[in-house]
């Protein structure tokens, strides 16, 4: 049973426009929250993280909100470019997890020129 | 700085042999994890450790085996391999405690053929 679901197995996207990545989650214990970007034949690696007692982060172009309630989580990349392309990982942390990551399955974000 | 080092990055494997994948971290992290990631899926996690001496399992741990004698060095061996092994394995680190929450870092992975 997927505790991170990541339902969009990819998007397409204008370079310029917005990339909006989309993550749900069933364990409301769940504290810690990551996306991760991969590039093939690459590890993956962190791109940005949400707290719990937070429903907003901002790193630079990158930006993840959280809705505890419904218990999703977003990633927004403005202005997307070719450069984003890659598999993009929604990770959550805590809640008997004792310590682990559990990833969603990836969403494949295409950015055309 | 080297972070999380994985190897071999390449392996083809018989039916039945065994290996071991070398993974080392050079940030004195406690936490590690072994995760293997097949086509369409997300990471799995094999088997993980918070600290030297320490291991347990995680989703998908049959068919595999670790160690952790030290806080830099956690091999994953594969005693018997077979072709549902074919994948590619991330070694991952990560300093977590009580009250912090950080990011783990990521080896390059080693993708592994059995055949």
């Known amino acids: 049973d997927q505790q991170v679901k990541q339902n969009s197995p990819s998007l397409s996207v204008q370079e310029g426009r917005i990339s909006i990545l989309n993550c749900d989650y069933t364990n409301s214990m769940f504290d810690y929250f990551l996306w991760y970007k991969k590039y093939p034949a690459e590890g993956p690696t962190f791109l940005i993280s949400i707290s719990s007692i937070k429903d907003k982060n901002e790193d630079g172009r990158f930006t993840v909100f959280l809705n505890k309630s419904a218990k999703h989580l977003s990633l927004h990349i403005v202005p997307s470019q070719p450069g984003d392309s890659a598999v993009y990982f929604c990770a959550a942390s805590g809640g008997g997890s004792q310590g682990n990551l559990i990833f969603g399955k990836g969403t494949k974000l295409s950015v055309k020129p | 700085n080297a972070g999380v080092t994985q190897t071999p990055k390449f392996r083809i494997l018989k039916i039945g042999q065994s290996m071991t994948l070398q993974c080392t971290q050079d940030m004195n992290h406690n936490y590690m994890y072994w995760y293997r990631q097949d086509p369409g899926m997300g990471l799995k996690l094999i088997y993980y450790?918070?600290?030297?001496?320490?291991?347990d399992k995680g989703e998908v741990p049959n068919g595999y085996n670790v160690s952790r004698s030290t806080t830099e060095d956690f091999p994953l061996r594969l005693e018997l391999a077979a072709p549902s092994q074919t994948s590619v394995y991330f070694c991952?680190?990560?300093?977590?405690?009580?009250?912090?929450?950080?990011?783990?870092?990521f080896g390059q992975g080693t993708r592994l053929t059995v055949v």
């Open positions: 450790s918070v600290g030297a001496g320490i291991t």
């Open positions: 991952a680190s990560r300093k977590q405690g009580a009250r912090m929450n950080t990011e783990a870092f």
